[in-house]
């Protein structure tokens, strides 16, 4: 299974808003939801946004999430310094119909963001 | 504490062996369908393999397949991922992450544990 495609990198000054972009296909985006981590190196990933556009509880109404298609958006507002991060997208892969006990999962591969 | 705490990783030769444990805490760890997913240095994210709640229906990626087990002790409330025949692209942080029964996300991860495999 292809890993989502991502943008390596976004930046941005503090106060301004990026868009992280995750494209896949009929087979993973397309036919399932879409989930946003947060990564520091040496941390565990840190949910962020699940089912496409719900946030993860403590997660600032700052993060959105969005589908469409087989593409998905992550979009921060207001970046500060503690924003720098990599972030994934992630989803299931397979039939819908199979539930999250069918396919496997995959992972875009990474986006890092800086505040400028 | 709901935390999850991955150990076992070591250096190791080329076709060798390790045993990964993912000791979790502070949740019902039966509820939980678990994954292990890693990741190159420098890379981003890769499913591995997931078991689900009591351990009857398990997935890997076909890069691991028929070299890694995964397994879970509902008892002790940890999981284990049994890898053999390693190889160098097997090098990577492995993170164990917990999905509730029915959701489609990883709602907790733990912070990894770094297998390197190199003569």
């Known amino acids: 299974q292809s890993v989502l495609t991502q943008p390596p990198s976004v930046s941005a000054a503090p106060g301004q808003k990026v868009i992280i972009s995750c494209s896949g296909s009929?087979?993973?985006?397309?036919?399932?939801?879409v989930s946003w981590y947060q990564h520091l190196p040496g941390t565990a990933p840190k949910l962020l946004i699940y089912d496409n556009n719900k946030r993860a509880s403590g997660i600032p109404d700052r993060f959105s999430g969005s589908k469409s298609g087989t593409s998905a958006t992550l979009g921060i507002t207001g970046l500060q310094t503690g924003d720098e991060a990599e972030y994934y997208c992630?989803?299931?892969?397979?039939?819908?119909?199979?539930?999250?006990?069918?396919?496997?999962?995959?992972f875009g591969g990474g986006t890092k963001v800086t505040v400028l | 504490e709901v935390q999850l705490v991955e150990s076992g990783g070591d250096l190791v030769q080329p076709g060798g062996s390790l045993r990964l444990s993912c000791a979790t805490s502070?949740?019902?760890?039966?509820?939980?369908?678990m994954h292990w997913v890693r990741q190159v240095p420098g890379k981003g994210l890769v499913w591995v393999s997931r078991i689900n709640s009591d351990g009857s229906t398990i997935t890997y990626a076909d890069s691991v397949k028929g070299r890694f087990t995964i397994s879970r002790d509902n008892a002790k409330n940890t999981l284990y991922l049994q890898m053999n025949s390693l190889r160098a692209d097997d090098t990577a942080v492995y993170y164990c992450?917990?999905?509730?029964?029915?959701?489609?996300?990883?709602?907790?991860w733990g912070r990894g544990t770094l297998v390197t495999v190199s003569s």
């Open positions: 992630g989803t299931w892969w397979g039939t819908w119909d199979s539930g999250p006990s069918g396919g496997g999962v995959v």
């Open positions: 502070g949740f019902t760890f039966s509820n939980y369908w």
């Open positions: 009929t087979s993973d985006i397309g036919n399932h939801y």
């Open positions: 992450a917990r999905v509730l029964t029915g959701a489609w996300f990883f709602d907790l």
